[in-house]
Nanobody, 127 residues
Framework: QLQLVESGGGLVQLGESLRLSCAAS????????IGWFRQAPGKEREGVLC????????NYDDSVKGRFTISRDNAKNTVYLQMDNLKPEDTAVYYC????????????????????WGQGTQVTVSS
């Protein structure tokens, strides 16, 4: 069965950190761009960060710049989202997703290129 499984979410205080993991089973993440997205209650899903198959990660969202970092470990078939200095506005369900196509040179946090999604993990930041 091909699936992505996010983990690492939870309830934290303002200023604390979390590291989310996105593990793939049934297929390899090697060669694919990966993205992290989030959806807060009552809001549309938004892109957070992405990482290309070669490890390049452009910053797309100013709200997380300098606080969130995306990385990948192809040997573990896992992508990570390190979240530091968390704020209440970071509260959301976080999803990872995989590009449909292989070896795309740049990634984007637009939904369009992604065709496989995890079930999400809840992150709640209290003040």
């Amino acid at each position: 069965q091909l699936q992505l499984v996010e983990s690492g979410g939870g309830l934290v205080q303002l200023g604390e950190s979390l590291r989310l993991s996105c593990a793939a089973s049934g297929f390899t993440l090697d060669g694919y761009n990966i993205g992290w997205f989030r959806q807060a209650p009552g809001k549309e899903r938004e892109g957070v960060l992405c990482i290309s198959w070669s490890g390049y990660s452009p910053n797309y969202d100013d709200s997380v710049k300098g606080r969130f970092t995306i990385s990948r470990d192809n040997a573990k078939n896992t992508v990570y989202l390190q979240m530091d200095n968390l704020k209440p506005e970071d509260t959301a369900v976080y999803y990872c997703a995989v590009y449909a196509a292989l070896f795309r040179s740049r990634c984007t946090t637009s939904n369009t290129p992604y065709n496989r999604w995890g079930q999400g993990t809840q992150v709640t930041v209290s003040s």
